[in-house]
Nanobody, 125 residues
Framework: VQLQASGGGLVQAGGSLRLSCAAS????????MGWWRQAPGKEREFVAA????????YYADSAKGRFSISRDNAKNTVYLQVNSLNPEDTAVYYC???????????????????WGQGTQVTVSS
């Protein structure tokens, strides 16, 4: 499975972006997908995730109410709509996918088998 993230950029505080993550290859092996982010000098942190079949969603507390994860089945693409951005949201955003029949944990990096290259989100004050 290959993951291609896009949609990042520079935005003013209060603004919005829509991040996309296109999956290709053996997408039938995917159990779920998620978004993570990593700010300079900090550990990678969970943002949101979505189940591949039932599309149940999971969010970090920092994302609830501001971010929304969704999936386009036909395009094998997962989106992260990020609203009301603030400078603390500045980070590289990574998409990741879970592989069926492997260790699954939406809230741990160990629960993901595939990672995309990341897209930079910078929020100016």
């Amino acid at each position: 499975v290959q993951l291609q993230a896009s949609g990042g950029g520079l935005v003013q505080a209060g603004g919005s972006l829509r991040l996309s993550c296109a999956a290709s290859g053996r997408t039938d092996n995917i159990y779920g997908m998620g978004w993570w982010r990593q700010a300079p000098g900090k550990e990678r942190e969970f943002v949101a995730a979505i189940g591949w079949v039932l599309q149940r969603t999971y969010y970090a507390d920092s994302a609830k109410g501001r971010f929304s994860i969704s999936r386009d089945n036909a395009k094998n693409t997962v989106y992260l709509q990020v609203n009301s951005l603030n400078p603390e949201d500045t980070a590289v955003y990574y998409c990741a996918a879970q592989r069926k029949f492997s260790y699954i944990d939406y809230y741990s990096t160990n629960g993901y088998s595939y990672w995309g290259q990341g897209t930079q989100v910078t929020v100016s004050s």
